[in-house]
C-alpha cells in the first residue's frame, strides 16, 4: 500500500532551531497540502502546491515557515527559528485533480513536532 | 467566514448502541461536506462525502445527509462497534477551491 508516507514521524527540537519535514504523496498525485493539528483542533490549511507551483498559502504561513516541491514530486516544509507555538503535528495530503468533481484528499500520518 | 462547528466530546457509548455526531456549517457558497475519522496511531481517512443538497453519503454503516436549510450534516450510525472508537471530523470545501475546512473533532469511545 504506498499511501502518502512522512518523515520524520516525530521531531524534538530546541527553540530557535530550524527542522525540515519531508511528505512523499502518492504517486502521480499532482496536488499536494500541508496542514498544521494542534491538540484538540481539526487541522488547518497551510498551502499546497499543484506539480512544483505553490498556489496557494495561509496566514498562518509566517515568514519562519518556506516549503517546496522542487520536481513536483516530495515536498519539504521547513520552519526557521523554532518557536515553542509551532509545536503541532504536520500533516500532508495529496490528490489528483481532474476535471469535474471535487479531488479526495489522502492523508498521510503526520510528523509530531515537540519544541523545547 | 466559513466554519464548521461539531458537538464536543468525548462521546462514549456501548457496543451496538446508536451514534449521531451533530455538525452544522458557516459557508457563503455551496460546498461539499465530508466527515473524515481519524483511528489512533492513524492518519486521517476519508469515511463519506456530500457534493450537494439532500445528498447522502454512506460507508461503513455510517450516514450523514447534507442539510441544506438547516445547514447541517450530522453522522449517524445504527450499531456502533469498539473498532469506531476514534476522533471523528467534519469538513467543508469548495470545488473550486484547495483547503479544506475541518471542524474541531470529536472523539468517540465505544465500550464493550
Known amino acids: 500500500d504506498t499511501g502518502v508516507s512522512q518523515d520524520p514521524r516525530h521531531k524534538i527540537t530546541k527553540r530557535g532551531q530550524n527542522v525540515t519535514f519531508r511528505c512523499d504523496p502518492i504517486?502521480?498525485?499532482?496536488?499536494l497540502y500541508w496542514y498544521r493539528q494542534t491538540l484538540g483542533q481539526g487541522p488547518e490549511f497551510l498551502t499546497y502546491f499543484q506539480n512544483e507551483a505553490q498556489l496557494e498559502k495561509s496566514r498562518l504561513l509566517s515568514d519562519r515557515f518556506s516549503a517546496e516541491r522542487p520536481k513536483g514530486s516530495f515536498s519539504t516544509l521547513e520552519i526557521q527559528r523554532t518557536e515553542q507555538g509551532d509545536s503541532a503535528m504536520y500533516l500532508c495530503a495529496s490528490s489528483l485533480a481532474g476535471q469535474g468533481q471535487v479531488d479526495t484528499q489522502y492523508f498521510g500520518p503526520g510528523t509530531r513536532l515537540t519544541v523545547l | 467566514g466559513d466554519s464548521v462547528t461539531q458537538m464536543e466530546g468525548p462521546v462514549t457509548l456501548s457496543e451496538e448502541a446508536f451514534l449521531t455526531i451533530n455538525c452544522t456549517y458557516t459557508a457563503t457558497g455551496y460546498p461539499s461536506l465530508f466527515w473524515y475519522v481519524q483511528y489512533p496511531g492513524e492518519g486521517l481517512q476519508l469515511l463519506l462525502k456530500?457534493?450537494?443538497?439532500?445528498d447522502k453519503g454512506s460507508n461503513k454503516g455510517f450516514e450523514a445527509t447534507y442539510r441544506k436549510e438547516t445547514t447541517s450534516f450530522h453522522l449517524e450510525k445504527g450499531s456502533v462497534q469498539v473498532s469506531d472508537s476514534a476522533v471523528y471530523f467534519c469538513?467543508?470545501?469548495?470545488?473550486?477551491?484547495?483547503?479544506?475546512?475541518f471542524g474541531s473533532g470529536t472523539r468517540l469511545s465505544i465500550r464493550p
Open positions: 504517486s502521480e498525485h499532482n496536488r
Open positions: 456530500a457534493t450537494k443538497a439532500d
Open positions: 469538513a467543508l470545501r469548495y470545488s473550486s477551491a484547495s483547503k479544506i475546512i
